[in-house]
């Protein structure tokens, strides 16, 4: 499997990562054991890089992550998860309060102290133009919260927006 850099957070990744969406069974029951079946075929094909969210299955999908980086204790993997579609899509919402919540959640989740890749899920485009949230994410990074964030995004624009903040990882 070929690996390269993911973003500025210094890991090598696996080219091809693995989208958990599908396991939190928001799109069709997904038996526990398939699941973790599933999960421990890709990193046994090479996948190091897997894909959550903490809506995905309402945490389903980090708790199986979670479940799988225990049984293995492989450091080589790496989780990327997503927070801030748990709220109404307003940047009120996307409060510190909030934030802290939705990553102890998924800390909780993933069974870990410190999240490697937390991305903003898909936030309103207003949220690009409120620096107080990305300080934030600074912040919860000089805690320990969270190693790196980004921003998952569904348009090119709000990609090069959210860029200009020079903490994001990117790519």
């Known amino acids: 499997?070929?690996?390269?850099?993911?973003g500025s957070t210094g890991h090598d990744v696996s080219e091809v990562g693995f989208g958990a969406?599908?396991?939190?069974?928001?799109?069709?029951?997904v038996?526990?054991?398939e699941a973790t079946a599933t999960l421990h075929a890709a990193a046994d094909a090479g996948v190091t890089f897997f894909d959550?969210?903490?809506?995905?299955?309402?945490?389903?999908?980090?708790?199986?992550?979670?479940?799988?980086?225990?049984?293995?204790?492989d450091p080589a993997l790496v989780v990327a998860t997503k927070m801030g579609r748990r709220a109404e899509q307003t940047v009120e919402n996307y409060s510190p309060e909030h934030l802290r919540a939705w990553n102890d959640r998924s800390r909780e989740n993933l069974g870990v102290e410190t999240l490697e890749l937390v991305q903003l899920h898909c936030p309103p485009t207003d949220l690009y133009f409120h620096p107080e949230v990305f300080e934030d994410?600074?912040?919860?990074?000089a805690e320990g919260r969270i190693r790196s964030y980004g921003v998952s995004v569904e348009r090119v624009e709000?990609?090069?927006?959210a860029m200009a903040y020079p903490g994001l990882a990117r790519g």
Do not use: F, N, P
């Open 1 to 6: 499997m070929d690996t390269r850099t993911l």
């Open 137 to 141: 994410l600074e912040a919860m990074v």
């Open 31 to 33: 038996a526990e054991g």
């Open 52 to 73: 959550t969210a903490d809506v995905y299955g309402d945490g389903r999908s980090e708790r199986l992550v979670g479940q799988v980086l225990r049984e293995r204790a």
């Open 21 to 29: 969406w599908q396991i939190g069974a928001d799109w069709g029951e």
């Open 158 to 161: 709000v990609g090069l927006k």
